[in-house]
Nanobody, 119 residues
Framework: QVQFVESGGGLVQPGGSLRLSCTVSGSIFSIYAMGWYRQAPGKQRELVATISGGTGSVSNYADSVKGRFTISRDNAKNTVYLQMNSLKPEDTAVYYC???????????WGQGTQVTVSS
């Protein structure tokens, strides 16, 4: 059973930065592509960034975050990160991680971490 534990969210002013972390249980973390998703109130969950398995040499981003967010991974720590810069109020959402290249691989989700961008 794979479990996801997200952390690092908080309240930040527009233009600010946050770094999210997602630690994944299980010894096969390194083989999975990983993705960060977010869900704003009243909206569907959307995929914002993905990173390939292994060395994580390939990453992809939603147009809405391209150039502002950076996804990375540390296989030794079973952790995937999301560095978020130049945050905007529309980035306000609960952020989650899951395995998979373009859609979630596992049906179970972590508790997520709340990001609120507001002055």
């Amino acid at each position: 059973q794979v479990q996801f534990v997200e952390s690092g969210g908080g309240l930040v002013q527009p233009g600010g930065s946050l770094r999210l972390s997602c630690t994944v249980s299980g010894s096969i973390f390194s083989i999975y592509a990983m993705g960060w998703y977010r869900q704003a109130p009243g909206k569907q969950r959307e995929l914002v960034a993905t990173i390939s398995g292994g060395t994580g040499s390939v990453s992809n981003y939603a147009d809405s975050v391209k150039g502002r967010f950076t996804i990375s991974r540390d296989n030794a720590k079973n952790t995937v990160y999301l560095q978020m810069n130049s945050l905007k109020p529309e980035d306000t959402a609960v952020y989650y991680c899951n395995a998979g290249r373009s859609s979630p691989l596992f049906a179970s989700w972590g508790q997520g971490t709340q990001v609120t961008v507001s002055s």
